[in-house]
């Protein structure tokens, strides 16, 4: 049974249209959340890690929110650059040592 | 500044064949170290991680095994490749308990 949720699996988007992701978890128990971008053919590149319920960080035009059950990634404004796929994953107090991740959404983002 | 090296980017083998794939750590002590595969458009399976020299621990009993010679080295062997082996792998480290793993750029692994 999967974990970790993510959804759209695909977003497609026009440059300056702003929309949101969503990564819902079935676990109890959570340590943290954390939100990585994937390039084709590169490896994760970490963007947030959040703690607590009502958490939220920002950088650039990505905003990560967490809730009891589920985190949503809203890009503002978007633009072609932040076309990539966007996974997160979960960490549980069980055993914070180990992510387990979603499958991500990939987001591509037109001119 | 903390670095993660992974070797090689790409590899096609033959079935039946070993493998090899080594990362390496730079700029951080003890780290917890991860080896994780990825099928297309999956996400990330974890397949080992190490959180000492002498600690490691398997998540998907499988073709691969996983050593840790020096701190911060890990290496991902297999005696004999199947066809399901191929997939992009990827290691990564952290540090201490509750914190995020940083990756490396992967292998592209396929097997023939």
């Known amino acids: 049974e999967d974990q970790v949720t993510q959804s759209p699996e695909a977003l497609r988007l026009q440059e300056g249209e702003s929309s949101s992701l969503n990564c819902s978890y079935t676990?109890?128990?959570?340590?943290?959340l954390f939100w990585y971008r994937q390039d084709p053919g590169k490896g994760p590149e970490f963007l947030f890690t959040?703690?607590?319920a009502g958490e939220e960080k920002e950088k650039e035009r990505l905003k990560a929110t967490l809730t009891k059950k589920e985190s949503f990634l809203h890009i503002t404004a978007p633009k072609p650059e932040d076309s990539a796929t966007y996974l997160c994953?979960?960490?549980?107090?069980?055993?914070?040592?180990?992510?387990?991740f979603g499958a991500g959404t990939t987001v591509t983002v037109r001119a | 500044s903390q670095t993660i090296h992974q070797w090689p980017a790409t590899l096609v083998q033959p079935v039946g064949s070993p493998l090899s794939l080594e990362c390496t750590v730079e700029?951080?002590?003890?780290?917890?170290l991860y080896w994780y595969r990825q099928a297309a458009g999956r996400g990330l399976q974890l397949l080992f991680y190490?959180?000492?020299?002498?600690?490691i621990s398997s998540e998907v009993p499988q073709n691969l095994s996983a050593s840790r010679p020096q701190d911060r080295q890990f290496i991902l062997s297999s005696k004999k490749l199947l066809l399901s082996d191929s997939g992009f792998y990827l290691c990564?480290?952290?540090?201490?308990?509750?914190?995020?793993?940083?990756f490396g750029q992967g292998t592209r692994l396929t097997v023939v």
């Open positions: 676990v109890s128990g959570l340590r943290g």
């Open positions: 994953a979960v960490q549980l107090f069980l055993n914070d040592y180990k992510l387990s």
């Open positions: 190490s959180i000492g020299i002498d600690q």
């Open positions: 990564a480290w952290s540090v201490g308990q509750g914190s995020a793993a940083f």
């Open positions: 959040l703690y607590s």
């Open positions: 700029g951080t002590s003890n780290p917890n």
